[in-house]
């Protein structure tokens, strides 16, 4: 569990901007240094309503990324006030139903706790990292903070696929993402 909460980001000397949110250009889950692999916002209309940032060694395409069984983590930086609780959760359903092709009931059970720990507001500024290490699970941390570790690759897997998979949130966002920047 030490090693869950060892989650540091790097220092700001060198970052990415994203919209209006900063990223930095690494980031350590499980004593791994990972670099940024990319970075882009998740819009709707004209809206700018996240910033998303993917860490990991992965080299491979969105599957290999998705299915690794390895150190990684992404990075949500809240950008508008159109980002309530209610609808990040009914997001995140969405996509996980999408990630696992609409049966989500072999990981319910971690869905509810990780949704369970996002009971705090959301709000332009705040920032969930989802860092997952192996054999440990996946930390949801808010501005820091490990508010939940939810174990299992599948659920990693599931949750990494709302962004990388092959219905992800929003296309541009899943190449943003994965273009090595």
Request: charged share 20%; proline share 4%; aromatic share 4%.
């Amino acid at each position: 569990m030490a090693a869950v909460l060892c989650l540091a980001l790097a220092g700001p000397a060198t970052a990415k901007k994203v919209g209006k949110a900063t990223v930095p250009d690494s980031m350590t889950v499980a004593g791994t240094e990972l670099p940024l692999r990319g970075a882009g916002l998740r819009t709707r209309a004209v809206f700018k309503l996240y910033a998303a940032a993917l860490y990991t060694t992965e080299t491979g395409d969105a599957a290999a990324v998705v299915s690794a069984d390895a150190p990684m983590a992404i990075h949500l930086h809240i950008l508008s006030k159109l980002v309530s609780n209610d609808k990040m959760i009914d997001a995140l359903n969405d996509g996980f139903n999408n990630a696992t092709g609409g049966d989500t009931s072999s990981i319910q059970a971690e869905i509810d706790q990780m949704i369970a720990a996002m009971d705090e507001p959301l709000k332009p500024g705040v920032g969930y990292t989802l860092s997952y290490e192996p054999g440990v699970g996946t930390t949801l941390s808010r501005d820091g903070e490990a508010a939940a570790v939810i174990e299992g690759l599948a659920f990693k897997q599931a949750l990494f696929g709302i962004w990388l998979g092959d219905k992800p949130a929003q296309a541009k966002l899943k190449t943003a993402m994965l273009s090595n920047a």
